[in-house]
């Protein structure tokens, strides 16, 4: 696709409203947005939501802050407020995005560590099997109206944000920097071993 200019990037909430979510959080299918649009969504941001998506079956292309990915079964893919993305789903994608307002982040990130960076980082990451069954379980409570369901909706999407962070974690610490930040860190600790 040709470049877009950052000045056309739209800024979508997803419901129109000035509240960003009209209940504790929002699951829908890929298929349920993407069918609307022949499974193609062009570039446009979140100011206030942040989006975590499962690609359970077919796939297609992300193109994530100008940058295109492959979109492969049991990929994840974060989107935190404010990066601009776009999809290219082959016809009959299967999956789930997950789809959280800031206030309910800044609720579950209180007094967990450094968590919030990790975050921020919008990528494709691999899939495990815990966030097809997260993501799995958020949708079934999340179609559902048993009680405590807000409690249980937002212990999922905490539980899928711990597993997210966990994960961009662990790719930057597999990529060439995290290698060097590694190899570094026990330079340091030889030389002060050894001073």
């Known amino acids: 696709h040709p470049p877009t200019s950052l000045q056309a990037i739209q800024s979508y909430s ?21 069918v609307l649009h022949d499974w ?36 994840v893919v974060n989107v935190p407020p404010g990066h601009v993305h776009a999809f290219r789903f082959e016809q009959g994608t299967q999956g789930w995005v997950v789809t959280l307002a800031d206030e309910l982040l800044d609720e579950i990130l209180t007094h967990v560590g450094d968590v919030r960076q990790s975050l921020s980082t919008c990528c494709v990451l ?36 711990g597993w997210v962070a966990r994960s961009v974690t662990s790719s930057q610490d597999d990529s060439p920097a995290g290698t060097e930040s590694r190899l570094v860190q026990r330079l340091r600790s030889l030389i002060d071993q050894h001073y």
């Open 126 to 161: 691999p899939g495990v099997p815990l966030v097809t069954s997260l993501m799995e379980q958020i949708w079934q409570e999340f179609q559902a109206s048993a009680p405590a369901r807000a409690l249980v909706l937002r212990g999922l999407s905490a539980t899928l944000l």
């Open 40 to 75: 193609e969504l062009a570039p446009h941001r979140h100011a206030r939501l942040h989006q975590v998506m499962l690609i359970q079956s077919g796939g297609g292309w992300a193109n994530l802050d100008e940058q295109s990915v492959a979109l492969m079964p049991g990929c």
């Open 14 to 34: 997803l419901f129109g409203e000035s509240t960003h979510l009209p209940d504790v959080m929002h699951c829908e299918t890929i298929a349920e947005r993407s």
